[in-house]
């Protein structure tokens, strides 16, 4: 009930969040993968590419391959670990500034779901100019998908 200047006290819970009551934290790494997207194609070594999957997850690496149209990051990172913080960074950062256009209430919904700390709380401006496009995409997945409860 965090910003009740704008909560219906009679339609708390009625509908979901703007993540379709999916979990922010997909959604970031959902949105990054596609930021990275460059990057996950060049990933052909079995070894380094089981150790992205291990941190991202199989659902997010084929995510970002299939959206490669939509990347935004030209340089390419050859690292599994950094490209999975990179992943985990950017996608925060995205989520933050795609909610930056709500309502507190429905901001907090997404955000406190999160840890304390993260990209979501200060996107920079190249997040702001993607983040749109970016978690379009992710909402009309999560939309072809059974919402988690």
Known sequence: MLGN??????????RPDLL????????TLLAGSIW???????FVSQPELAILVKRIGVDAHAFGIRHLLHAVDK????????LA???????????GAWLQDSSATERNRVLLRLPEGTAAETPAHEH?????????????????????K
């Open 20 to 27: 379709r009551g999916h979990d922010p934290y997909r959604a």
């Open 128 to 148: 702001w100019t993607a983040a749109g496009q970016l978690l379009s995409l992710v909402v009309a997945h999560f939309e072809t998908e059974t919402p988690v």
């Open 85 to 95: 913080q990179q992943i985990e960074y950017d996608g925060h950062a995205c989520l």
């Open 75 to 82: 340089r390419l990172i050859s690292d599994p670990e950094k």
């Open 36 to 42: 990275h997207a460059r990057s996950l194609v060049a």
């Open 5 to 14: 200047d704008d909560v219906d006290l009679n339609h708390i819970g009625c």
